[in-house]
């Protein structure tokens, strides 16, 4: 059974930096991704990492800011939050896309088949 817990969300200052964890277990081969939802918008594509950790993609508003990494011998993955700006405020979701990696990473939410339950960052400025 495949489940995700996600971690670290909370209050920092614009400027700062937070850490997210997942916990993802009964995977396998998965790219894991972060998605982030601000209110009244939709849910958008943060990051993702292929299962050995070989290939990464972020979003342009974060590739400078964020970065995505996983430690396979402990099921996590880690989305490091940097420099943090009041629009990066939104529930941050951890996500698993069971599909073997054949060279792209789906930015696409219909390609994650697991979701973890989303923690809240509020950056404050």
């Known amino acids: 059974q495949v489940q995700l817990v996600e971690s670290g969300g909370g209050f920092v200052q614009a400027g700062g930096s937070l850490r997210h964890s997942c916990a993802a277990y009964g995977l396998n081969k998965d790219t894991l991704g972060w998605f982030c939802q601000a209110p009244g918008n939709d849910r958008e594509f943060v990051a993702a990492?292929?299962?050995?950790?070989?290939?990464?993609y972020s979003a342009e508003s974060v590739t400078r800011r964020f970065t995505i990494s996983r430690d396979n011998a402990k099921n996590t993955v880690y989305l490091q939050m940097s420099s943090v700006k009041p629009e990066d405020t939104a529930v941050y979701y951890c996500a698993a896309d069971r599909t073997v990696y054949t060279g792209l990473i789906s930015t696409s939410l219909s390609a994650y088949d697991y979701w973890g339950q989303g923690t809240q960052v509020t950056v404050s400025s």
């Open positions: 990492i292929t299962w050995n950790g070989g290939r990464t």
